[in-house]
Antibody, heavy 121, light 110 residues
Framework: EVQLLESGGGLVQPGGSLRLSCAASGFTFSTYAMSWVRQAPGKGLEWVSAVSGSDGSTYYADSVKGRFTISRDNSKNTLYLQMNSLRAEDTAVYYC??????????????WGQGTTVTVSS | QSALTQPPSASGSPGQSVTISCTGTSSDVGHYNYVSWYQQHPGKAPKLMIYEVTKRPSGVPDRFSGSKSGNTASLTVSGLQAEDEADYYCSSYAGSNNLVFGGGTKLTVL
C-alpha cells in the first residue's frame, strides 16, 4: 500500500525551529517529486515547497523562502522540512504529498494525514 | 503569487450537476495545462480528482470532469451524490517553479 506518514509537528515559540519528517512506503520513493502543502486553521491549501525526484532540485513559495529547507533521503525513503524563524502565520497542518510524475506534472496523487505545527508564545 | 479565485460555496440536489469555477490569469491557468482539482472531506487529507485540466486518476468516478477556457478552469460533478459533499480546491502551475491554489469551494448536496 502506498503511504506517507508525517511526524515532527508540535508547539514552538515564534522565532523557533522545527523539523518535519515524512516516511514513504509502497512506491519507489527516489523516482518521484515530493511537496509540502499546508493548511492554516479554517483556511485553504497553500503550497510550501517541492523537491524533484531526479536531481533533488528544490523549490519554495515566497512566503517561506529563506526560512524553510526541503530535503530528502532516498536511502531512508524520507522527506524532510526544516523550518526556521517560525512565525505565527506558519501555524497550520502540514501535509506531505507525492507528485504523480515530475514536479508540477500530473498532480499530487498521494497525501499523508498531516502533522500540526503551532507557533505561539 | 495570488491565489486562484473560486466561489466560496456551491450546491445542488442529488442527481443534479454542479460546476465549480477557478479563475486565474494568463500567467497561470491561462498559460499552462497543469490545473488539478482536489477533494477534501472535513478532517481528512486532500484527494486528487483531476489533473492536467481534464484527466482523471484511476478510481475517480467519471461523474467528475474538468475543463478550461481562457483563464478559467472548471470542475463539473454530474449525478451528485451525498458523498460528494466536501471542499474542492483547484491548483495551477504558475511558472518560475511556483504552484498556486484556489481559495476552495464548499460543495453542499442539498
Amino acid at each position: 500500500e502506498v503511504q506517507l506518514l508525517e511526524s515532527g509537528g508540535g508547539l514552538v515559540q515564534p522565532g523557533g525551529s522545527l523539523r518535519l519528517s515524512c516516511a514513504a512506503s509502497g512506491f519507489t520513493f527516489s523516482t518521484y517529486a515530493m511537496s509540502w502543502v499546508r493548511q492554516a486553521p479554517g483556511k485553504g491549501l497553500e503550497w510550501v515547497s517541492a523537491v524533484s525526484g531526479s536531481d533533488g532540485s528544490t523549490y519554495y513559495a515566497d512566503s517561506v523562502k529563506g526560512r524553510f529547507t526541503i530535503s530528502r533521503d532516498n536511502s531512508k525513503n524520507t522527506l524532510y522540512l526544516q523550518m526556521n524563524s517560525l512565525r505565527a502565520e506558519d501555524t497550520a497542518v502540514y501535509y506531505c504529498a507525492k507528485w504523480n510524475r515530475g514536479w508540477y506534472y500530473y498532480g499530487m496523487d498521494v497525501w499523508g494525514q498531516g502533522t500540526t505545527v503551532t507557533v505561539s508564545s | 503569487q495570488s491565489a486562484l479565485t473560486q466561489p466560496p460555496s456551491a450546491s445542488g440536489s442529488p442527481g443534479q450537476s454542479v460546476t465549480i469555477s477557478c479563475t486565474g490569469t494568463s500567467s497561470d491557468v491561462g498559460h499552462y495545462n497543469y490545473v488539478s482539482w482536489y477533494q477534501q472531506h472535513p478532517g481528512k487529507a486532500p484527494k486528487l480528482m483531476i489533473y492536467e485540466v481534464t484527466k482523471r486518476p484511476s478510481g475517480v468516478p467519471d461523474r467528475f470532469s474538468g475543463s478550461k477556457s481562457g483563464n478559467t478552469a472548471s470542475l463539473t460533478v454530474s449525478g451528485l451524490q451525498a458523498e460528494d459533499e466536501a471542499d474542492y480546491y483547484c491548483s495551477s502551475y504558475a511558472g518560475s517553479n511556483n504552484l498556486v491554489f484556489g481559495g476552495g469551494t464548499k460543495l453542499t448536496v442539498l
